[in-house]
């Protein structure tokens, strides 16, 4: 216990020795772990919320006026016979204005005001059990003929219809964000171990002769590393601690009142708070004490 407290006492002599780097090792320690606790959340809001739209997805198969009821019936079998079909739903011309009046009424009153009867078709709501499923069951509904171009199942259908393109959008929006927090994440995790490591590297050349003499009295190789080692650790604790403070006034003060009345911020409760602080602070002494340890073997020769 004894060495614990005069390794722990070594370190922070060092530290304020070399006051100016330890403080810009904490302060990037802080910003670090600050940024990486906001990334998370967003970037687990977003997948959270592409699952959600992309559940939502869905076919439109539009039907001909002069279809027949028995025609409609034997159409939505042969769909619900389709494989990774979930459910299919049938709306008449009046269930499909009901449906837009429902959905478009506040932003089109003008265009409602100008309808004289309803030029929409009837149409079955063709939903997949899984998104990606939507080409294949749009190539079941459209299969091609002889020469390869695409075909009806029945012909009284008008037209198929699908937000594939949304779905593709999604992705190409969430790859580009992971490829954009990935890199973010990595530069600051970089920026701090080369603060750390310079930290440490000023304390081993401030205290250079202290290391020969105990060198030359025979101390051993973890007795002269242990104080630096703590000194990244220290750093870690700071950096972190700070950063979880931080985080915790913004959660009270802008993200938990904006909760009510935003749904993205609603979903940053996905993750407790508890939990992230948690991995957060682990995450800064293990980055400190790796940038400590990698400028130990660089340039401690012992």
């Known amino acids: 216990m004894g060495r614990i ?32 606790g906001v990334l998370v959340p967003i970037f687990q809001t977003t997948q959270s919320k592409s699952a959600e739209v992309r559940s939502q997805l869905e076919l439109r198969v539009f039907l001909f006026d002069d279809a027949t009821g028995s025609e409609v019936n034997s159409l939505q079998s042969d769909i619900q016979a389709i494989p990774n079909v979930r459910e299919v739903e049938y709306l008449s011309k009046a269930d499909a204005l009901a449906e837009f009046r429902r959905d478009y009424g506040q932003e089109n009153r003008d265009v409602l005001k100008e309808l004289r009867g309803n030029p929409l078709p009837a149409n079955f ?26 075909t009806y199942l029945s012909p009284i259908v008008q037209q198929v219809d699908n ?59 973890w007795f002269i590393r242990w104080p630096f080692v703590i000194e990244g650790v220290v750093v870690g604790v700071l950096g972190g601690a700070i950063a979880i403070i931080v985080l915790w006034i913004g959660k009270v003060t802008v993200v938990d009142p904006l909760a009510d009345s935003f749904a ?39």
């Not at 499923?133 to 079941?140: E, F, P, S, V, W």
């Not at 701090?192 to 490591?197: A, C």
């Not at 979903?267 to 992230?276: E, G, H, K, R």
């Open 163 to 221: 937000r594939q393109a949304t779905a593709n959008k999604i992705e190409e929006v969430t790859g580009a964000l992971k490829l954009v927090l990935t890199v973010i994440t990595a530069l600051l995790i970089v920026a701090s171990l080369l603060l750390i490591g310079n930290t440490i590297r000023l304390s081993i050349y401030t205290r250079r002769r202290e290391i020969e003499v105990m060198r030359l009295v025979g101390a051993t190789r």
């Open 5 to 36: 407290f005069f390794f722990t006492g070594e370190a922070l002599r060092a530290m304020r020795r070399n006051i100016a780097p330890t403080t810009a090792a904490v302060v990037t320690t802080v910003l670090t772990a600050i940024l990486i």
């Open 264 to 302: 993205l911020m609603q979903a940053q409760d996905s993750m407790s708070f508890v939990v992230l602080g948690a991995c957060l602070f682990a995450a800064a002494i293990l980055v400190s004490t790796i940038g400590s340890g990698i400028t130990l073997r660089r340039f401690l020769k012992i």
């Open 125 to 150: 709501i063709v939903r997949p059990d899984d998104a990606a499923n939507l080409d294949a069951i749009r190539a079941a509904i459209q299969p091609p003929n002889a020469s390869g171009k695409p």
